[in-house]
Protein backbone atom coordinates (compact mmCIF):
# COMPACT_ATOMS: atom_id res chain seq x y z
CA UNK A 1 0.00 0.00 0.00
CA UNK A 2 2.71 2.18 1.18
CA UNK A 3 4.55 1.79 -2.14
CA UNK A 4 1.11 3.01 -4.43
CA UNK A 5 0.86 5.55 -2.23
CA UNK A 6 4.45 6.50 -3.03
CA UNK A 7 3.79 6.47 -6.78
CA UNK A 8 0.60 8.31 -6.56
CA UNK A 9 2.56 10.95 -5.34
CA UNK A 10 5.28 10.95 -7.85
CA UNK A 11 2.79 10.55 -10.95
CA UNK A 12 2.06 14.62 -10.90
CA UNK A 13 5.66 14.86 -11.82
CA UNK A 14 5.40 12.55 -14.67
CA UNK A 15 2.22 13.82 -16.94
CA UNK A 16 0.76 11.70 -19.51
CA UNK A 17 2.25 12.36 -22.62
CA UNK A 18 0.86 15.14 -25.64
CA UNK A 19 -0.67 13.88 -28.33
CA UNK A 20 1.21 15.04 -31.35
CA UNK A 21 -0.66 18.25 -32.90
CA UNK A 22 -2.66 17.53 -36.19
CA UNK A 23 -1.34 19.74 -39.04
CA UNK A 24 -4.22 22.14 -39.87
CA UNK A 25 -5.62 21.36 -42.68
CA UNK A 26 -5.04 24.40 -45.44
CA UNK A 27 -8.88 24.70 -46.72
CA UNK A 28 -12.18 25.34 -44.93
CA UNK A 29 -15.34 24.05 -46.34
CA UNK A 30 -18.75 25.48 -45.86
CA UNK A 31 -21.90 24.73 -46.34
CA UNK A 32 -23.18 28.42 -46.62
CA UNK A 33 -26.84 28.64 -48.86
CA UNK A 34 -28.94 27.44 -51.03
CA UNK A 35 -29.33 28.50 -54.44
CA UNK A 36 -33.13 29.79 -56.03
CA UNK A 37 -34.67 26.76 -56.95
CA UNK A 38 -35.02 28.79 -60.85
CA UNK A 39 -31.03 27.74 -60.73
CA UNK A 40 -31.69 23.79 -60.41
CA UNK A 41 -29.23 23.37 -63.04
CA UNK A 42 -26.75 26.27 -62.47
CA UNK A 43 -23.80 26.00 -64.88
CA UNK A 44 -21.73 28.80 -63.82
CA UNK A 45 -21.24 32.04 -62.10
CA UNK A 46 -19.36 34.59 -61.57
CA UNK A 47 -18.77 37.70 -58.83
CA UNK A 48 -19.29 41.30 -60.31
CA UNK A 49 -18.57 42.71 -56.92
CA UNK A 50 -18.41 40.96 -53.14
CA UNK A 51 -21.84 41.08 -52.84
CA UNK A 52 -23.22 40.33 -56.20
CA UNK A 53 -23.03 37.10 -58.29
CA UNK A 54 -24.49 36.94 -62.10
CA UNK A 55 -25.47 32.61 -62.67
CA UNK A 56 -26.96 30.96 -65.81
CA UNK A 57 -28.77 27.62 -66.00
CA UNK A 58 -27.02 25.22 -69.03
CA UNK A 59 -28.73 23.23 -71.66
CA UNK A 60 -32.23 22.79 -72.45
CA UNK A 61 -33.35 26.78 -70.48
CA UNK A 62 -33.90 29.76 -71.56
CA UNK A 63 -30.81 32.20 -71.91
CA UNK A 64 -31.31 33.84 -69.24
CA UNK A 65 -28.82 35.37 -66.71
CA UNK A 66 -29.53 35.71 -62.44
CA UNK A 67 -28.36 38.60 -60.95
CA UNK A 68 -27.88 37.05 -56.86
CA UNK A 69 -27.33 38.02 -53.89
CA UNK A 70 -24.56 35.73 -51.89
CA UNK A 71 -26.81 33.20 -50.34
CA UNK A 72 -28.20 32.33 -53.58
CA UNK A 73 -31.78 34.77 -53.29
CA UNK A 74 -32.28 36.35 -56.95
CA UNK A 75 -32.03 40.15 -56.78
CA UNK A 76 -32.98 41.01 -60.77
CA UNK A 77 -33.14 38.40 -64.40
CA UNK A 78 -32.54 39.90 -67.71
CA UNK A 79 -32.58 37.58 -71.03
CA UNK A 80 -29.70 37.55 -73.55
CA UNK A 81 -31.61 38.89 -76.72
CA UNK A 82 -31.76 36.71 -79.97
CA UNK A 83 -29.29 33.76 -78.37
CA UNK A 84 -30.82 30.45 -77.76
CA UNK A 85 -29.24 28.21 -74.48
CA UNK A 86 -27.90 25.14 -77.07
CA UNK A 87 -25.63 24.95 -73.92
CA UNK A 88 -24.53 27.71 -71.63
CA UNK A 89 -21.49 26.13 -69.33
CA UNK A 90 -19.55 28.74 -67.26
CA UNK A 91 -19.21 32.58 -67.11
CA UNK A 92 -16.44 35.52 -66.58
CA UNK A 93 -16.11 38.69 -66.15
CA UNK A 94 -13.01 41.37 -67.24
CA UNK A 95 -11.72 44.55 -65.09
CA UNK A 96 -13.47 46.56 -68.28
CA UNK A 97 -17.41 46.09 -67.05
CA UNK A 98 -17.97 43.41 -68.81
CA UNK A 99 -19.09 39.24 -68.60
CA UNK A 100 -18.79 36.66 -71.36
CA UNK A 101 -21.36 33.80 -71.23
CA UNK A 102 -19.93 30.50 -73.02
CA UNK A 103 -22.35 28.61 -74.76
CA UNK A 104 -19.77 25.74 -75.27
CA UNK A 105 -20.62 22.46 -73.78
CA UNK A 106 -20.29 19.91 -77.04
CA UNK A 107 -20.93 16.75 -75.22
CA UNK A 108 -21.26 15.10 -77.81
CA UNK A 109 -18.15 16.60 -79.73
CA UNK A 110 -20.25 17.65 -82.96
CA UNK A 111 -20.98 21.03 -82.69
CA UNK A 112 -19.88 24.03 -85.34
CA UNK A 113 -21.78 26.95 -83.67
CA UNK A 114 -19.62 27.38 -80.28
CA UNK A 115 -19.72 30.92 -78.87
CA UNK A 116 -18.90 33.39 -75.78
CA UNK A 117 -21.42 36.34 -75.57
CA UNK A 118 -20.02 39.38 -74.70
CA UNK A 119 -22.52 41.65 -71.97
CA UNK A 120 -22.21 45.35 -70.74
CA UNK A 121 -22.50 44.30 -66.32
CA UNK A 122 -24.31 47.22 -66.01
CA UNK A 123 -27.23 46.23 -68.58
CA UNK A 124 -27.01 42.86 -66.83
CA UNK A 125 -27.98 44.33 -63.59
CA UNK A 126 -30.78 47.08 -64.94
CA UNK A 127 -32.65 45.70 -68.11
CA UNK A 128 -34.51 42.92 -68.65
CA UNK A 129 -33.27 42.18 -71.87
CA UNK A 130 -29.82 42.72 -72.53
CA UNK A 131 -27.87 42.78 -76.13
CA UNK A 132 -24.64 40.25 -76.60
CA UNK A 133 -21.55 40.71 -79.65
CA UNK A 134 -20.86 37.30 -80.18
CA UNK A 135 -17.38 35.52 -80.31
CA UNK A 136 -17.63 32.65 -82.26
CA UNK A 137 -14.76 29.92 -81.89
CA UNK A 138 -13.68 26.19 -83.47
CA UNK A 139 -11.01 24.11 -82.39
CA UNK A 140 -8.04 23.90 -85.34
CA UNK A 141 -7.43 20.03 -84.06
CA UNK A 142 -10.67 18.99 -84.57
CA UNK A 143 -11.29 17.64 -88.01
CA UNK A 144 -14.11 15.38 -87.44
CA UNK A 145 -17.66 16.04 -86.03
CA UNK A 146 -17.61 13.90 -83.68
CA UNK A 147 -14.07 12.70 -84.13
CA UNK A 148 -13.19 9.26 -83.10
CA UNK A 149 -13.48 7.91 -79.22
CA UNK A 150 -9.81 8.29 -78.17
CA UNK A 151 -9.91 12.11 -79.65
CA UNK A 152 -13.51 13.51 -77.68
CA UNK A 153 -11.52 16.07 -76.25
CA UNK A 154 -14.02 18.97 -77.73
CA UNK A 155 -16.44 19.39 -74.60
CA UNK A 156 -15.83 22.34 -72.43
CA UNK A 157 -17.62 23.66 -69.44
CA UNK A 158 -14.85 25.94 -68.09
CA UNK A 159 -13.29 28.97 -69.18
CA UNK A 160 -11.58 32.31 -68.04
CA UNK A 161 -10.80 35.59 -68.73
CA UNK A 162 -7.46 37.46 -68.43
CA UNK A 163 -4.95 40.15 -70.18
CA UNK A 164 -7.71 40.45 -73.02
CA UNK A 165 -8.29 36.77 -73.64
CA UNK A 166 -10.28 34.12 -73.33
CA UNK A 167 -8.91 30.96 -72.51
CA UNK A 168 -10.84 27.96 -72.67
CA UNK A 169 -10.01 24.45 -70.73
CA UNK A 170 -11.64 21.36 -72.54
CA UNK A 171 -13.65 18.54 -70.42
CA UNK A 172 -12.70 15.49 -71.47
CA UNK A 173 -14.60 12.58 -72.96
CA UNK A 174 -12.15 10.19 -74.53
CA UNK A 175 -12.77 6.36 -74.42
CA UNK A 176 -10.77 4.97 -72.97
CA UNK A 177 -10.44 8.35 -70.33
CA UNK A 178 -7.11 9.78 -70.49
CA UNK A 179 -7.96 12.63 -68.45
CA UNK A 180 -5.92 15.62 -70.61
CA UNK A 181 -7.60 18.81 -70.46
CA UNK A 182 -6.89 21.11 -73.47
CA UNK A 183 -6.05 24.82 -72.99
CA UNK A 184 -7.28 27.58 -75.89
CA UNK A 185 -7.05 31.07 -76.23
CA UNK A 186 -8.09 33.67 -78.40
CA UNK A 187 -9.07 37.13 -78.34
CA UNK A 188 -11.83 38.38 -76.16
CA UNK A 189 -13.29 40.53 -78.69
CA UNK A 190 -15.89 39.78 -81.14
CA UNK A 191 -14.99 37.89 -83.85
CA UNK A 192 -14.72 34.34 -85.01
CA UNK A 193 -11.47 32.59 -83.86
CA UNK A 194 -9.70 29.12 -84.85
CA UNK A 195 -6.82 28.92 -82.06
CA UNK A 196 -4.76 25.97 -82.15
CA UNK A 197 -4.00 24.04 -78.71
CA UNK A 198 -1.76 25.84 -76.22
CA UNK A 199 -1.42 23.28 -73.07
CA UNK A 200 -2.72 20.94 -71.29
CA UNK A 201 -3.27 19.49 -68.00
CA UNK A 202 -4.16 16.14 -66.47
CA UNK A 203 -6.42 16.07 -63.76
CA UNK A 204 -7.00 12.12 -63.35
CA UNK A 205 -7.40 9.08 -65.21
CA UNK A 206 -10.35 7.13 -63.40
CA UNK A 207 -13.45 8.73 -65.06
CA UNK A 208 -14.65 11.86 -66.33
CA UNK A 209 -17.13 12.13 -63.71
CA UNK A 210 -14.43 12.46 -61.09
CA UNK A 211 -11.55 13.93 -63.10
CA UNK A 212 -13.28 16.23 -65.76
CA UNK A 213 -12.74 20.04 -65.66
CA UNK A 214 -16.60 21.63 -65.26
CA UNK A 215 -15.65 25.04 -64.13
CA UNK A 216 -12.63 27.87 -63.87
CA UNK A 217 -11.78 30.74 -62.65
CA UNK A 218 -8.80 33.33 -62.24
CA UNK A 219 -7.64 35.49 -59.94
CA UNK A 220 -4.77 37.00 -58.18
CA UNK A 221 -2.71 34.97 -61.30
CA UNK A 222 -3.84 32.06 -59.48
CA UNK A 223 -5.99 29.54 -61.59
CA UNK A 224 -9.01 27.57 -60.34
CA UNK A 225 -10.77 24.29 -61.79
CA UNK A 226 -13.45 22.36 -60.46
CA UNK A 227 -14.38 19.03 -61.30
CA UNK A 228 -17.41 17.13 -59.37
CA UNK A 229 -15.25 16.31 -56.17
CA UNK A 230 -12.15 18.04 -56.17
CA UNK A 231 -11.19 22.09 -56.34
CA UNK A 232 -7.71 22.36 -58.36
CA UNK A 233 -5.17 25.37 -57.66
CA UNK A 234 -3.05 25.96 -59.88
CA UNK A 235 -0.15 28.27 -61.37
CA UNK A 236 -0.67 29.56 -64.94
CA UNK A 237 2.28 31.11 -65.99
CA UNK A 238 3.21 30.66 -69.83
CA UNK A 239 -0.70 30.06 -69.89
CA UNK A 240 0.33 26.42 -68.34
CA UNK A 241 -1.41 25.28 -65.94
CA UNK A 242 0.65 23.36 -63.20
CA UNK A 243 -1.42 21.66 -60.13
CA UNK A 244 -0.44 23.23 -56.51
CA UNK A 245 -2.87 22.20 -54.25
CA UNK A 246 -6.24 19.85 -54.50
CA UNK A 247 -9.28 20.25 -52.11
CA UNK A 248 -11.43 17.70 -51.96
CA UNK A 249 -15.02 18.42 -52.63
CA UNK A 250 -17.36 15.68 -50.79
CA UNK A 251 -19.80 14.68 -51.66
CA UNK A 252 -19.47 14.28 -55.39
CA UNK A 253 -22.15 16.31 -57.10
CA UNK A 254 -22.56 17.86 -59.80
CA UNK A 255 -20.68 20.52 -59.42
CA UNK A 256 -20.26 23.45 -62.03
CA UNK A 257 -20.21 26.71 -60.55
CA UNK A 258 -17.12 28.58 -59.57
CA UNK A 259 -16.60 31.94 -58.65
CA UNK A 260 -13.83 33.71 -56.13
CA UNK A 261 -14.33 36.96 -54.88
CA UNK A 262 -11.97 39.55 -54.17
CA UNK A 263 -11.13 38.00 -50.48
CA UNK A 264 -10.19 35.12 -52.19
CA UNK A 265 -13.38 32.90 -51.08
CA UNK A 266 -14.30 30.52 -53.34
CA UNK A 267 -17.66 29.79 -53.83
CA UNK A 268 -19.02 26.54 -55.58
CA UNK A 269 -22.59 25.27 -56.66
CA UNK A 270 -24.04 22.49 -57.30
CA UNK A 271 -26.93 21.35 -60.02
CA UNK A 272 -30.37 19.65 -58.25
CA UNK A 273 -30.40 15.94 -59.18
CA UNK A 274 -34.12 13.97 -58.06
CA UNK A 275 -33.51 12.21 -54.79
CA UNK A 276 -29.66 13.30 -54.26
CA UNK A 277 -30.47 17.15 -53.85
CA UNK A 278 -28.27 19.20 -54.66
CA UNK A 279 -28.58 23.58 -54.80
CA UNK A 280 -25.66 23.87 -51.92
CA UNK A 281 -23.48 26.58 -51.73
CA UNK A 282 -20.25 25.84 -50.75
CA UNK A 283 -17.45 28.17 -49.66
CA UNK A 284 -13.71 27.22 -49.78
CA UNK A 285 -11.91 29.97 -47.54
CA UNK A 286 -7.90 28.95 -46.79
CA UNK A 287 -6.89 29.04 -43.24
CA UNK A 288 -4.79 31.10 -41.63
CA UNK A 289 -1.11 29.59 -41.08
CA UNK A 290 -0.59 29.43 -37.39
Known amino acids: MLRIACLCLLLPLFPAPQRPVQPKEPYSIKRSGTVDKALGEISGWVFVND ?4 AHNDSGND ?20 VRNSDLEDIAADDKGNIYVGDIGNNAN ?10 RIANVLSDSVVTSSPIFFS ?19 AFIYDNDSLWVFTKCRTKP ?5 LVYGFPAKQGTYQ ?13 WL ?34 KTTV ?29 GGGTIFTVTKNKKR
Do not use: W
Not at 110 to 119: E, G, P, Q, S, V
Not at 195 to 207: D, N
Not at 212 to 232: E, G, M
Open 195 to 207: PTKHSFIETGKST
Open 177 to 181: FDGKC
Open 63 to 82: PLLYVLNLDGTIRHTARING
Open 248 to 276: QMQPLSQKEALAVNSKSVVYIADERVKLL
Open 210 to 243: KDAVTAADFHNDTLYLLTYNRLLICDFNNRKPVL
Open 51 to 54: STLI
Open 139 to 157: YAEQQAFPPANDQLYYDAE
Open 110 to 119: NRKDLAIYKL
